[in-house]
């Protein structure tokens, strides 16, 4: 319907999923949890910068979030907008940066609210922290949450409205200004080549696999990792989604469909070929003993 899938978008040119993908949810928790998110960090950014540097800075880290999680995670389906609210977060994170001097200034900031904007900063990377690490958990694409932030960081050096220290009595020198200038543009222009440089590199690859296996570790981690297959609480591998046939002859065996196209046999009992429930439930655990490609993500 218009998630992001990275064979669609690589073999079939539907690169248009880059972008449906955000305004696309998977229950309706996820897309009331983002709405709620996007009411009041989206919203806040509009009133502060307008509603044009709003839909830019929502629109490139959607697209650029789509973008990474379609090269290093290519095997999964993924919706959802939180590529657009992490790039707003990340906005905000450009917006604090640009600012740092005037919000912790005791010239400007009287009254006790430079400690209020220090909670704010507190705050804000408790928040990013909290979403990594809730990102290295199964169904959650911590590719999207953190690209989106990266290039919402990038594209809000170049959109969020720079407060001007002249205001307050604070004289600036040339360089300062020149800084400034300097950094606004290279936001701009490192987001606008970055994204053009991902989705060059995504069209050219193999859809099948990831540019870089190992940084899957980035979106999920199993766990416990000391624990033994059988007592993890949650695994980072495509076992959970495999079918299977029963095959009464030559022998009766089961024969699994393993991620990447294999075929394995598993030998049946007749009492384990009579129980479909059972059977149904060890499909994983056969999956991981038996498939040649099972590596954990």
Not at 48 to 53: L, M, P
Not at 99 to 128: A, C, M, Q
């Amino acid at each position: 319907m218009g998630a992001k899938q990275t064979k669609l978008i690589v073999e079939e040119s539907e690169g248009w999923r880059l972008l449906s993908s955000a305004v696309l949810h998977a229950g309706l928790i996820h897309y009331l949890v983002n709405m709620a998110a996007l009411w009041f960090v989206g919203g806040a950014i509009e009133t502060s910068h307008g509603w044009f540097a709003a839909a830019a800075i929502f629109t490139l880290s959607a697209l650029g979030g789509a973008i990474m999680s379609a090269l290093f995670l290519p095997e999964y389906i993924t919706v959802g907008a939180s590529g657009g609210i992490f790039g707003f977060i990340g906005a905000c994170l450009a917006d604090i940066l640009a600012n740092w001097k005037l919000l912790f200034s005791d010239h400007v900031t009287e009254g006790g609210k430079k400690h209020r904007h220090i909670l704010v900063v507190v705050v804000l990377v408790l928040d990013i922290a909290l979403n990594s690490i809730i990102g290295l958990t199964p169904y959650v694409d911590n590719f999207t949450h953190l690209g989106g932030m990266l290039y919402g960081f990038l594209c809000g050096l170049s959109t969020m409205e720079r407060l001007s220290s002249d205001f307050f009595g604070m004289e600036e020198g040339w360089l300062t200004r020149a800084k400034r200038f300097i950094v606004r543009f290279f936001g701009l222009i490192l987001s606008v080549v970055s994204l053009i440089i991902t989705l060059i590199i995504l069209l050219n690859m193999d859809p099948t696999s990831s540019p870089c296996p190992g940084c899957a570790w980035l979106s999920c981690v199993p766990f416990p990792p000391w624990e033994s297959d059988a007592n993890k609480w949650w695994h980072c591998d495509e076992c959970n989604t495999i079918t299977a046939d029963i095959v009464m002859r030559p022998y009766r065996h089961l024969e699994l469909d393993c991620p990447g196209g294999f075929i394995a046999e598993v030998n049946l009992t007749a009492a384990e070929t009579e129980d479909r429930t059972t059977l149904r439930k060890k499909l994983p655990s056969y999956c991981r003993s038996y498939c040649p490609v099972t590596e954990e993500l």
